[in-house]
């Protein structure tokens, strides 16, 4: 029988090789690397607060100089190039002495035309700026943390921004994005519309919006793979019945 701590071990690399796997595929573009966090190379803390329920400390964010994350928070992740990943804070933790936390994928329409099969599903109205909430999440290391992002509604960007553009000057280019579906990538199935300003609020909807995108999406490959069985099922009575 394995040793307990052998096996904890390859269970976090293969945690964090699928994470890099993840991290390696269509992010967004990034011109201004590591420019919230500096470049002095200080250690991650946590911020902690106390429980309103059981008034016991507990880890509601993490910080590094002056930038600080909380949960519920979107940042940004270092990807391969010039580019980043973004991902919902929903849980900190600890693994191997290394803070880390588990993050909930946005997805990119690059990303879903990576690949013949994915194409048939990219949105013809899709944005450039666009990003898909999805199910997916991983756990990653703090130290993968690149800046803040700012995730809103279709319209409240476009009131932000009338002419549908963020000056490459403003601090917010490359950081701003539109989000009014979900997606399970592996499934091809999007979630009905939605405003996320109404779905999602900060840390007390998490749950709330796990819960949104897992049943949309479930619900719909699970309505197609009825379908799919009717079919074959008429299929198989038309083929007995015939002489």
Known sequence: MPHKTNLRKRINAAKTERARDFLRKGGVSREDSD??????????EWVFAQSKE????KIVGACMGSFQCMLGDCVLLKAESNEAWVGLICDFQVEEEEKMANFMWFSTP???SRGRRN??????DALPNELY?????????LASINGKATVMSLAAFAAKYPSGKIPRSSKHYGKTFVCRRGLDTKTAFYTDDFVWED????EQDINKLIRFVEAQTQ???GATRKRRRDREYEHE???????
Request: proline share 9%.
């Open 133 to 141: 909430i999805t199910p997916a999440s991983d756990i990653n290391p």
């Open 219 to 221: 619900a719909k490959a």
């Open 237 to 243: 009575e038309h083929e007995a019945s015939s002489p």
């Open 119 to 124: 194409k048939q599903i990219l949105r013809s």
């Open 35 to 44: 420019d919230e966090l500096g470049y002095e190379d200080y250690p991650w």
């Open 54 to 57: 059981t008034g016991v400390q």
């Open 199 to 202: 779905l999602y609020k900060g």
């Open 110 to 112: 690059k990303e879903i």
